[in-house]
């Protein structure tokens, strides 16, 4: 009933840039917290940068002064501009969003495939 698609993704070298796409799609009534995620090979997922309406913002200490989300609510999606890349941000970025679906109270968390982001020294 609701996609959460991933893209921009990709192979740059350190200290380059990437700008990440996260688009919603199906019965959506309202979207309200949307955040990404990343897993890195053999480690757990986790959070990078999160956006509550349309601007209230938090991120991880990790990405801090580099990463930059923001969303725009009449296309139900959400961006990540990352500058000054490093090799630790390698990883699979996940999208997530919680999501009211058209017709129903509840929100619920959904989530994308993932992206893959690969940053060589």
């Not at 996609?3 to 700008?19: K, N, P, T």
Request: charged fraction near 15%; hydrophobic fraction near 35%.
């Amino acid at each position: 009933q609701v996609q959460l698609v991933e893209s921009g993704g990709g192979l740059v070298q350190a200290g380059g840039s990437l700008r990440l796409s996260c688009a919603a799609s199906g019965r959506i009534g309202s979207i309200n917290k949307m955040g990404w995620y990343r897993q890195a090979p053999g480690k757990q997922r986790e959070l990078v940068a999160v956006i509550i309406g349309a601007r209230s913002t938090n991120y991880a200490d990790s990405v801090k002064g580099r990463f930059t989300i923001s969303r725009d609510n009449f296309k139900n999606t959400m961006y990540l501009q990352m500058n000054s890349l490093k090799p630790e941000d390698t990883g699979l970025y996940y999208c997530n969003a919680d999501i009211r679906i058209t017709g129903s109270w509840a929100f619920e968390s959904h989530w994308g495939q993932g992206t893959q982001v690969t940053v060589s020294s």
